[in-house]
C-alpha cells in the first residue's frame, strides 16, 4: 500500500470539521466564580496577587454578582473576610456574619443566581487552622460541630449550597444532620473531598487572610503523592451524604479527576485554584503566553478530565470568550 489509508488530519482541515468531530465542549454554564467578600462600606480592593480580582465589601458584592449573572454564569462562591477572629472562629457561625450578609445581598439582587458558600473556620479563626486547637493540634471532632453550625446559619441565609472545605472525618454527615434537622433537606453540599496540602494556595492565602499562623495543614489536607486515598475519601463523603464531589487543586491532579471520573457516578466539581489562576496571569503579564488560548486550554483540560463544574478565578474571561 503506497499510503495508508487512515488519514486523522482529514478531520483537522478547518474550524467547521474540528467542531462537528471535538470531544470535549466547555461551556458557561459549568463555572462558578469565586468571589471575596470584606468588611466596610464602598471597598473594592484589589488582589495584589490575583490582578483583575477584588476583595468586595458587602454592599457592593452584590452589583458585582449582578454583573456575572448577566455574563450567563450560573453560580459564585463567597468567601468570607471577616471584621474579628478568634480561636473558635465564631463569625463563620454568626446568623449576622460577614458571609451570611453577603448571601442575603446577593440573593436579593440576583435571586436565581447560585450562591454557595464556603463551610470552614480557617479565615476565620485567629491561628489560621481550618479547625478548633487543643494541645497544638486541630482537633477533628470539637470542629465538627461548628462547621454544622456555620452551614446552618449559611442555609438560614438563602445559600444554595454549602461547600465544607476543612477536611476534617465526618464533617459532610455531621453537616448533613443538621441541614436535615432545622429543614434544610433541600441544601445540597458540595463536599471538597479530594483537598491536597497544595503549594498552590499561596495567593488564595494573602486573598483571604488565612494563612496559618504556626504549623501547616499536612495533617488534615491530602499528601501530593496519593491518588487511592483521594477514592477512599471521595467514596466516604458520597457515603455521608455528598451531593456533589470535589477535587482541589484542578490542573496538577487531572489524574485524580479522571479517576473520580471513572469512579463515582455523581457531578464531579475541581477548583483552579488560586496558585493556578497566578502563574497563568504571571506569564501572560510577560508576554510569555497568549492569555486568552491558555485560559481556554486549562480548562478545557479540566472538562475533559472529567469535570461537570469548574470552580475558577477565569470564569469572567472564559465566559466572555465563549461568548465571542
Keep these: 500500500m503506497a499510503f495508508p489509508i487512515h488519514r486523522p488530519r482529514r478531520l483537522r482541515r478547518n474550524e467547521a470539521l474540528r467542531s462537528l468531530t471535538r470531544e470535549t465542549t466547555l461551556g458557561v454554564p459549568s463555572l462558578i466564580y469565586p ?21 468586595w465589601s458587602v454592599d457592593l458584592v452584590a452589583e458585582e454578582c449582578k454583573m456575572v449573572r448577566d455574563m450567563g454564569i450560573p453560580g459564585v462562591i463567597l468567601f468570607g473576610i471577616p471584621e474579628r477572629k478568634d480561636a ?3 463569625c463563620a457561625y454568626d446568623p449576622d456574619g460577614i458571609i451570611q450578609r453577603a448571601v442575603r445581598a446577593v440573593k436579593k439582587a440576583a435571586p436565581e443566581l447560585l450562591v454557595i458558600c464556603d463551610t470552614c473556620l480557617d479565615e476565620y479563626t485567629d491561628h489560621g ?3 478548633v486547637i487543643k494541645d497544638g ?42 441541614l436535615d434537622k432545622r429543614g434544610f433537606q433541600q441544601t445540597p453540599i458540595l463536599a471538597y473531598s479530594a483537598k491536597y496540602a497544595s503549594a498552590f494556595y499561596g ?3 494573602e486573598a483571604a487572610d488565612s494563612a496559618p499562623k504556626f504549623g501547616d495543614r499536612k495533617s488534615y489536607q491530602m499528601d501530593p503523592a496519593n491518588q487511592r486515598e ?13 451531593d456533589i464531589i470535589m477535587v482541589k487543586p484542578a490542573m496538577p491532579y487531572l489524574d485524580v479527576l479522571a479517576l473520580a471520573r471513572r469512579e463515582f457516578d455523581v457531578p464531579l466539581a475541581a477548583y483552579q485554584v488560586s496558585g493556578e489562576f497566578a502563574l497563568i496571569e504571571a506569564a501572560a503579564r510577560n508576554g510569555w503566553v497568549e ?14 478530565a472529567g469535570a461537570g463544574i469548574i470552580l475558577t478565578y477565569f470564569a469572567k474571561d472564559a465566559a466572555r470568550l465563549l461568548s465571542a
Design 35 to 55: 468571589i471575596f467578600v470584606c468588611p466596610g462600606r464602598g471597598v473594592r480592593s484589589e488582589i495584589q496577587s490575583m490582578p483583575g480580582n477584588y476583595r
Design 88 to 90: 473558635q472562629g465564631s
Design 129 to 131: 487552622h481550618c479547625g
Design 137 to 178: 493540634e486541630v482537633d477533628n471532632d470539637a470542629t465538627l460541630e461548628l462547621l454544622a453550625r456555620a452551614a446552618v446559619t449559611q442555609a438560614e441565609a438563602g445559600a444554595d449550597l454549602v461547600a465544607p472545605s476543612d477536611m476534617m472525618d465526618g464533617r459532610v454527615g455531621r453537616i448533613r444532620a443538621a
Design 203 to 205: 495567593p488564595f492565602r
Design 230 to 242: 483521594a477514592m477512599r475519601e471521595i467514596a466516604l463523603d458520597i457515603e455521608e451524604g455528598a
Design 291 to 304: 492569555r486568552d488560548r491558555i485560559i481556554m486550554e486549562s480548562l478545557i483540560s479540566i472538562k475533559r
